[in-house]
């Protein structure tokens, strides 16, 4: 079970932003890999990758975004949020089956 | 640039089965070292990984679903496919279909536009 805090997360613009999430059962890999992943859902889109193993930016993702953590507690942070960051965040773990997302986070200006 | 597309009928009656394609363009399956999935997304249940298949037919399945789901796939044709049996109001959701990254339920991305399936009579 994927459990994220908040839920809900009023920011101002230019500020930093921090998303939790903690795994039930830990997601770190034999092969010393976190097997964590951030998303983002625009309102209107679908999901898009932003941090895969934890802590590696997905293509084309500014650096402003960061994700740390291991075995089973992770964090998303934005150092300073832009108005085109609005939308729900949610973590997923791919290591025990089945693959499971956090019930996400409504980050919102 | 690659892109995935899901297609398929938008209304499915109770105790019926759903079918889905997903067309991949940009990239190859066949040549492709990666797992294709499927995820969906309904108000109730969130974002719920359902399965997912390489380019041999290798299928892995939700557990709760395995019973239910079926996934294909056709490199000739570019695509793979879902089909869930005796579906019920629990499976009305949006339908996406996605490439797996690192593993082969994980790191999905590029994600498809997705596609509303509702099952009612």
């Known amino acids: 079970v994927m459990t994220q805090s908040p839920l809900s997360l009023p920011v101002t613009l230019g500020e930093p932003a921090s998303i939790s999430c903690r795994s039930s059962?830990?997601?770190?890999?034999?092969?010393?890999?976190?097997?964590l992943d951030w998303y983002l859902q625009k309102p209107g889109q679908s999901p898009h990758l932003l941090i895969y193993l934890g802590s590696i930016r997905a293509s084309g993702v500014p650096d402003r975004f960061s994700g740390s953590g291991s075995g089973t507690d992770f964090t998303l942070e934005i150092s300073r949020v832009e108005a085109e960051d609005v939308g729900v965040y949610y973590c997923?773990?791919?290591?025990?089956?089945?693959?499971?997302f956090g019930q996400g986070t409504k980050l919102e200006i | 640039q690659m892109r995935l597309q899901e297609s398929g009928p938008g209304l499915v009656k109770p105790s019926e089965t759903l079918s889905l394609v997903c067309t991949v363009s940009g990239d190859s399956i066949n040549s492709s070292p990666y797992h294709w999935g499927w995820i969906r997304q309904s108000p109730g249940k969130g974002l719920e990984w359902l399965g997912s298949?390489?380019?041999?037919?290798?299928?892995y399945y939700n557990p709760s679903l395995k019973s239910r789901l079926s996934l294909s796939v056709d490199t000739s044709k570019n695509q793979f496919y879902l089909e869930m049996t005796s579906v019920t109001a629990a499976d009305t959701a949006i339908y996406y279909c996605?490439?797996?990254?690192?593993?082969?339920?994980?790191?999905?991305?590029?994600w498809g536009q997705g596609t509303l399936v509702t099952v009612s009579s």
């Open positions: 997923m773990q791919g290591l025990q089956t089945p693959s499971s």
């Open positions: 996605a490439r797996a990254l690192y593993s082969s339920s994980s790191g999905f991305d590029p």
């Open positions: 298949i390489f380019k041999s037919g290798s299928s």
């Open positions: 059962e830990s997601v770190l890999h034999k092969n010393g890999r976190n097997y």
